[in-house]
DNA sequence: AACCGAAGCAACCGCCCACGA
DNA sequence: ATCGTGGGCGGTTGCTTCGGT
């Protein structure tokens, strides 16, 4: 059972920024006596605050060791480094970097940091590539749209247009899923690498995939499987991504349309699709149920008019010479493989911000019409 | 110039823990 | 062992500022 607040019963007490006045009395008054209790503390300096209160304020702002301003990039780096290690403990967090308090440093978290994290692929929670899809929250709405103009009642823009964007979509999520399974590779390129050296094969990027995806634990990923999720949630969107090319003269007039997943499976946009967690919603040979379309808009009409593309399966190259290799190159999957090889990944492993400057160049995947 | 939404940040809230009586 | 108090913590709120339209 916690504790009352302690500012309960205290009626008539002041809430609210704090005025310079305020401050002055409560700077001085610490100067001259230490703040000793924090209860009592406002009835001897004259202030009309609860003691929490003033202690909240000495301690995230008028400290004279407080250090304010922006953080530097030592300073971000640091957050980030204890923030993997320790969490959400600011407190402690902030005994590491002197004049920055707890708050302030919880607050740049939220309002920057996070994001920064989020937009290179990384679960700010977990420190580690983001599995999650939630970034495709609208790809069963952009399908229910495709639905509802394929049945005639979206008039107005072109579904041609709606299917555009849901590619475009599609995209962006591919990318992020790519940008996941670059910085799996890079920031385990130690790991990764180990169980190749000497193997007298290719010693690229694609071996240290194999090597992840093969692992099962050695030298792979700690969670083991993440790489084979994310490889088997691209292959997903390979199948997406193969639609016929969306242009009109290859679809009928009537704006009926499918997306044919590898298999034959229609593409569906309803909820259970891309719920839940990693693995379970896409492990490899999952169907995505055609009974899904339309999601919340019912009865989405979308059929299986403009034919199929359905890639290859996956196989994989041991890139080199020896080996005996099997292929990495699905052939109707040129938006993430072709990426990949002429990205050259082999030039950005090992070397200072090699996979900043990978993702940077893997921006155009995001941008590239298809 | 006015409006509006997003972002940033100071401050608050409620809970927990340590400690002393 | 129990209880009350002080202090600390992480999460959340809401006000202010900023940028776009």
Same mark, same amino acid.
């Given at each position: ?66 250090k304010?301003g922006r953080f530097d990039d030592d300073e971000e780096k640091l957050i980030i480094h204890l923030h993997s290690i320790l969490g959400n403990k600011w407190?402690s967090i902030a005994t590491k970097l002197p004049g920055r308090t707890d708050?302030e440093i919880k607050n740049y978290w939220n309002t920057h940091l996070r994001k920064k994290l989020l937009g290179m692929g990384i679960d700010p929670v977990t420190h580690r590539p983001?599995?999650?899809?939630? #970034?495709?929250? &609208? ?7 495709? !639905?509802?103009? $394929?049945? %005639?009642? =979206?008039? +107005?823009? *072109? ?20 940008q996941?399974?670059?910085r799996?590779?890079t920031t385990n390129t130690s ?74 499976? #229609?593409?569906? &946009? ?7 967690? !990693?693995?379970? $919603?896409? %492990?490899? =040979?999952? +169907?995505? *149920? ?61 070397t200072d911000g090699g996979w900043k400057d990978l993702l940077e ?10």
């Amino acid at each position: 059972m916690g504790r009352s607040p302690c500012c309960d019963g205290e009626a008539g007490v002041k809430k609210g920024p704090w005025t310079p006045e305020e401050d002055k009395l409560l700077v001085d008054y610490i100067s001259e006596k230490g703040h000793g209790s924090w209860r009592r503390l406002p009835k001897l300096a004259g202030l009309n605050r609860c003691g929490k209160s003033c202690r909240l304020r000495w301690t995230n702002y008028l400290r004279p060791d407080i250090k304010r301003g922006r953080f530097d990039d030592d300073e971000e780096k640091l957050i980030i480094h204890l923030h993997s290690i320790l969490g959400n403990k600011w407190s402690s967090i902030a005994t590491k970097l002197p004049g920055r308090t707890d708050n302030e440093i919880k607050n740049y978290w939220n309002t920057h940091l996070r994001k920064k994290l989020l937009g290179m692929g990384i679960d700010p929670v977990t420190h580690r590539p983001r599995t999650d899809l939630s #970034l495709l929250a &609208g790809l069963p709405a952009l399908l229910a749209a495709a !639905g509802s103009f $394929s049945s %005639g009642s =979206g008039a +107005g823009a *072109s579904w041609v247009e709606n299917m555009n964007a849901l590619r475009l979509q599609a995209d962006a999520a591919k990318f992020q899923l790519l940008q996941g399974l670059v910085r799996a590779l890079t920031t385990n390129t130690s790991a990764a690498a180990a169980p190749m050296a000497g193997n007298g094969g290719g010693s690229g990027v694609q071996d240290h995939l194999m090597a992840l995806l093969g692992g099962g634990g050695n030298g792979g990923l700690a969670g083991g499987g993440f790489v084979e999720q994310q490889m088997s949630m691209l292959q997903q969107y390979d199948g997406l991504l193969s639609l016929p090319a969306l242009t009109s003269a290859t679809c009928n007039t009537n704006g009926a349309m499918a997306a044919t997943m590898p298999g034959g499976q #229609l593409v569906g &946009g309803g909820a259970g699709m891309f719920g839940g967690s !990693g693995g379970d $919603s896409f %492990g490899a =040979g999952d +169907g995505l *149920s055609s009974t899904e379309l339309g999601g919340a808009s019912g009865s989405s009409n979308i059929t299986a008019a403009c034919g199929t593309t359905a890639p290859p399966p996956l196989v994989c190259n041991n890139g080199g010479s020896g080996g005996g290799g099997e292929e990495t190159t699905p052939a109707s999957s040129p938006m993430f493989f072709d990426g990949l090889e002429s990205l050259n990944l082999d030039d950005h492993l090992n070397t200072d911000g090699g996979w900043k400057d990978l993702l940077e160049q893997m921006s155009w995947l995001n941008s590239t019409e298809l």
